[in-house]
């Protein structure tokens, strides 16, 4: 049995925190849980308002989620939840079959939430996570801050009280212009003072509470109540001043009560709509989470398992769907501040998720007067902290490759919504790891004076000789360089004729595929007919026994040497006369 239970604590992680779980660290779980719960009430209001669901669904889709995540996830401090991302994506892929607000909307966001559950549970039993890697940073990066632009844009008819749609950024903006002259001053009166309030409490409201004594930490976690404040402050204007009657959209009534049992649709018709963005929502929101956990576990030391990260996220998609939410991820906002509160264990997440219980059962009767306008604030301050300015111009001085990928990404999603911007994303970053794969890096080097290093010859002064030419290659060998590595060396070749002999040096191939070894042959054999001995140097053990099992190695016209050194001082002395060059010892060949 003890034998069995690390095996089983892999697969079921909360055996493995729970078995030293104690009063200390039960009080910072707590402590942590209760910063949390009181950030991600309005949090989780304002995201399901932004997927175009009832209030009530992002309380609902807080609750379990947090504690299957609890039991089946890695990180100690990832917050799962409703985030600004998900919730777009949601709005996205819900409103190609069904109109807001309808039943069938709220049956395709729970669908939604059911298939990413299903598709993330399999792939993480499949020991799948590496598909992460499909998207580079410079993608994700991209995709993340047009959709922060996005989600700002479609959040300002609320704050200033218009109606205004669109699909995309150019047909918001369209939209907003034109309706901005039916703006209700009653709803920018509320809008605008909770969206520069929620601004200066992300970045001032802190030092002000230091400045007038109180302790730093109690400040921090009082300034994380923000929004909070906000609400209880918009709550009580829009009932004392009857901002309803006035024009200013209001909540409403939200029902109380724990969440109820949902089923998602087996309609088959509507899970094939459903299924690509499904699919594209759990890449996204993967992606996003085990960024942040990894982020946050490297800070103490600790590490996640990013195959169970999958079975923990899918765990708490489909605990999501059979309460009534939609699909949910690890926030960074939200787990930065559990990490910070103090949080110790995924406890915390259980915990928080009863406390969002309790707001369910008890608070909600309290949100019916609440601004629609205060929800859009948290959203915009939230998600305005997403758009990164810095990263374009980082990637243009490192890499213009990654910069076209990280602007591509950006103006598709603007101009042509979330899911083509992700499919786009993709698309341009496998379309530049192929270009880059097919242009693999080579260099001619040679031997740096007084050493046995190889160096490229445009970049230092090294040693070489005219009938030895030696060629480092850096890339492994496959169907996607083969045929540009022939070319390449038969050019340099052609350049130099008074080669007699060519060293390919593989310290840098990990894999010579058979299209690769097809091309070897044929270097192998075009050099031998012009008289040109083919050698190679400094291969890897695993390519070398791949090799052995061919008949290359027999038909070589060269030889394989262990070290680029001893080939190049062997061949050296072979200029094809039959002796070495008088001062050869001299120079420092041998």
Same mark, same amino acid.
């Given at each position: 049995?003890?034998?069995?239970?690390? @095996?089983?604590?892999?697969?079921?992680?909360?055996?493995?925190?729970?078995?030293?779980?104690?009063?200390?660290?039960?009080?910072?779980?707590?402590?942590?849980?209760?910063?949390? !719960?009181?950030?991600?009430?309005?949090? +989780?209001?304002?995201?399901?308002?932004?997927?175009?669901?009832?209030?009530?669904?992002?309380?609902?889709?807080?609750?379990?989620?947090?504690?299957?995540?609890?039991?089946?996830?890695?990180?100690?401090?990832?917050?799962?939840?409703?985030?600004?991302?998900?919730?777009?994506?949601?709005?996205? =892929?819900?409103?190609?079959?069904? %109109?807001?607000?309808?039943?069938?909307?709220?049956?395709?966001?729970?669908?939604?939430?059911?298939?990413?559950?299903?598709?993330?549970?399999?792939?993480?039993?499949?020991?799948?996570?590496?598909?992460?890697?499909?998207?580079?940073?410079?993608?994700?990066?991209?995709?993340?801050?047009?959709?922060?632009?996005?989600?700002?844009?479609?959040?300002?008819?609320?704050?200033?009280?218009? &109606?205004?749609?669109?699909?995309?950024?150019?047909?918001?903006?369209?939209?907003?212009?034109? +309706?901005?002259? /039916?703006?209700?001053?009653?709803?920018?009166?509320?809008?605008?003072?909770?969206?520069?309030?929620?601004?200066?409490?992300?970045? #001032?409201?802190?030092?002000?509470?230091?400045?007038?004594?109180?302790?730093?930490?109690? =400040?921090?976690?009082?300034? @994380?109540?923000?929004?909070?404040?906000?609400?209880?402050?918009?709550?009580?204007?829009?009932?004392?001043?009857?901002?309803? %009657? @006035?024009?200013?959209?209001?909540?409403?009534?939200?029902?109380?009560?724990?969440?109820?049992? %949902?089923?998602? +649709?087996?309609?088959?018709?509507?899970?094939?709509?459903?299924?690509?963005?499904?699919?594209?929502?759990?890449?996204?929101?993967?992606?996003?989470?085990?960024?942040?956990?990894?982020? *946050?576990?490297? @800070?103490?030391?600790?590490?996640?398992?990013?195959?169970?990260?999958?079975?923990? $996220?899918?765990?708490?998609?489909?605990?999501?769907?059979?309460?009534? #939410?939609?699909?949910?991820?690890? #926030?960074?906002?939200?787990?930065?501040?559990?990490?910070?509160?103090?949080?110790?264990?995924? =406890?915390?997440?259980?915990?928080?998720?009863?406390?969002?219980?309790?707001?369910?059962?008890? $608070?909600?009767?309290?949100?019916?007067?609440?601004?629609?306008?205060?929800?859009?604030?948290?959203?915009?301050?939230?998600?305005?902290?997403?758009?990164?300015?810095? !990263?374009?111009?980082?990637?243009?001085?490192?890499?213009? =490759?990654?910069? %076209? /990928?990280?602007?591509?990404?950006?103006?598709?999603?603007?101009?042509? #919504?979330?899911?083509?911007?992700?499919?786009?994303?993709?698309?341009?970053? *496998?379309?530049?790891?192929?270009?880059?794969?097919?242009?693999?890096?080579?260099?001619?080097?040679?031997?740096?004076?007084?050493?046995?290093?190889?160096?490229?010859?445009?970049?230092?002064?090294?040693?070489?000789?005219?009938?030895?030419?030696?060629?480092?290659?850096?890339?492994?060998?496959?169907?996607?360089?083969?045929?540009?590595?022939?070319?390449?060396?038969? &050019?340099?070749?052609?350049?130099?004729?008074?080669?007699?002999?060519?060293?390919?040096?593989? +310290?840098?191939?990990?894999?010579?595929?058979?299209?690769?070894?097809?091309?070897?042959?044929?270097?192998?054999?075009?050099?031998?007919?012009?008289?040109?001995?083919?050698?190679?140097?400094?291969?890897?053990?695993?390519?070398?026994?791949?090799?052995?099992?061919?008949?290359?190695?027999?038909?070589?016209?060269?030889?394989?040497?262990?070290?680029?050194?001893?080939?190049?001082?062997?061949?050296?002395?072979?200029?094809?006369?039959?002796?070495?060059?008088?001062?050869?010892?001299?120079?420092?060949?041998?």
């Amino acid at each position: 049995m003890p034998e069995a239970a690390p @095996k089983l604590a892999r697969y079921l992680p909360i055996l493995e925190w729970a078995r030293t779980y104690d009063r200390s660290v039960l009080a910072s779980d707590l402590v942590a849980a209760v910063i949390v !719960t009181i950030m991600l009430i309005p949090q +989780s209001l304002a995201y399901a308002l932004l997927a175009g669901l009832p209030p009530i669904v992002g309380l609902y889709a807080s609750i379990l989620p947090l504690v299957a995540y609890a039991v089946l996830g890695t990180s100690r401090t990832l917050a799962v939840g409703p985030v600004a991302v998900l919730s777009l994506m949601t709005a996205s =892929a819900a409103g190609a079959v069904a %109109a807001p607000g309808t039943a069938e909307y709220l049956e395709a966001a729970v669908t939604l939430a059911a298939l990413s559950g299903i598709m993330l549970t399999v792939l993480g039993l499949l020991r799948l996570g590496f598909l992460a890697n499909l998207l580079s940073h410079p993608v994700i990066s991209g995709f993340i801050t047009a959709s922060g632009v996005l989600i700002a844009t479609s959040q300002v008819k609320h704050i200033v009280g218009i &109606e205004a749609g669109g699909d995309n950024w150019p047909a918001m903006l369209g939209s907003l212009a034109m +309706s901005l002259g /039916a703006a209700n001053p009653w709803t920018i009166a509320i809008g605008v003072p909770a969206l520069i309030f929620l601004f200066w409490v992300r970045s #001032g409201f802190g030092r002000a509470l230091t400045a007038l004594g109180l302790p730093p930490r109690a =400040a921090d976690i009082v300034a @994380k109540g923000g929004p909070v404040i906000a609400v209880v402050l918009t709550i009580l204007a829009a009932s004392l001043l009857e901002l309803g %009657a @006035k024009g200013v959209d209001l909540v409403g009534a939200i029902p109380s009560g724990l969440p109820p049992f %949902a089923v998602p +649709s087996a309609d088959l018709s509507l899970i094939e709509r459903l299924w690509v963005p499904a699919l594209l929502i759990s890449i996204i929101g993967f992606v996003e989470s085990v960024s942040v956990a990894q982020t *946050l576990a490297a @800070k103490r030391r600790q590490r996640i398992s990013p195959d169970q990260e999958l079975v923990g $996220l899918g765990a708490a998609n489909v605990a999501s769907a059979f309460s009534g #939410g939609y699909p949910v991820t690890g #926030g960074f906002a939200r787990s930065a501040v559990n990490f910070d509160a103090g949080a110790r264990t995924p =406890a915390a997440g259980a915990f928080t998720a009863g406390g969002i219980a309790l707001a369910s059962l008890f $608070l909600t009767p309290l949100l019916s007067s609440l601004p629609v306008a205060t929800l859009a604030a948290t959203i915009i301050v939230a998600v305005l902290s997403l758009v990164d300015l810095k !990263t374009p111009a980082q990637l243009w001085r490192y890499s213009k =490759a990654d910069f %076209a /990928a990280h602007l591509a990404t950006i103006a598709i999603t603007l101009l042509a #919504g979330v899911e083509m911007g992700v499919i786009a994303g993709v698309t341009v970053g *496998l379309l530049l790891y192929l270009w880059r794969a097919s242009r693999p890096h080579a260099a001619i080097v040679g031997r740096v004076p007084e050493t046995e290093h190889f160096r490229n010859v445009e970049r230092h002064s090294v040693f070489t000789v005219p009938h030895v030419l030696s060629i480092r290659i850096d890339e492994s060998l496959t169907y996607l360089n083969a045929r540009w590595l022939e070319e390449y060396v038969l &050019e340099r070749v052609a350049d130099q004729p008074e080669v007699r002999h060519v060293i390919l040096m593989a +310290s840098a191939v990990n894999e010579i595929d058979a299209s690769g070894l097809e091309s070897l042959e044929a270097i192998n054999h075009r050099l031998g007919d012009a008289g040109i001995g083919l050698h190679l140097s400094e291969v890897k053990g695993p390519v070398m026994d791949r090799l052995e099992r061919t008949d290359f190695l027999e038909e070589l016209n060269g030889r394989v040497y262990l070290s680029q050194n001893r080939a190049f001082r062997e061949l050296a002395r072979d200029d094809g006369s039959g002796s070495a060059e008088p001062d050869d010892m001299a120079r420092g060949l041998i």
